[in-house]
Nanobody
Framework: QVQLVESGGGLVQAGGSLRLSCAAS????????MGWFRQAPGKEREFVAT?????????YYAESVKGRFTISRDNAKNTVYLQMNSLKPEDTAVYYC???????????????WGKGTLVTVSS
């Protein structure tokens, strides 16, 4: 069982930056692939970024965030991060952290979820 707690959301102007953090419980964090997903009002949850287990040598990004967002992990701190730069109003959403046994770019491929943190980007 893995428990995930997101933090770092907030209100930011377009063009600004935020860094989201996701703290995981348990001693097996490094064995899980981690991901970030988001859900905007009235829309389905969508993939944002994912990183492989252990050293995190494999990462994937949604086309809409590629070049602006960076996912990383610190296994010593049981934490995964999402650095978000050049934010746009369309990035406004609740951002969810997720853990899974394999790298996945669909919500169905992840096994554990946090409760989310709200990011609002004003124009």
């Amino acid at each position: 069982q893995v428990q995930l707690v997101e933090s770092g959301g907030g209100l930011v102007q377009a063009g600004g930056s935020l860094r989201l953090s996701c703290a995981a419980s348990g001693r097996t964090f490094s064995t899980y692939a981690m991901g970030w997903f988001r859900q905007a009002p009235g829309k389905e949850r969508e993939f944002v970024a994912t990183i492989s287990s252990w050293s995190g040598g494999i990462t994937y990004y949604a086309e809409s965030v590629k070049g602006r967002f960076t996912i990383s992990r610190d296994n010593a701190k049981n934490t995964v991060y999402l650095q978000m730069n050049s934010l746009k109003p369309e990035d406004t959403a609740v951002y969810y952290c997720a853990a899974g046994l394999v790298v996945a770019r669909t919500a169905g491929g992840m096994d554990y979820w946090g409760k989310g943190t709200l990011v609002t980007v004003s124009s």
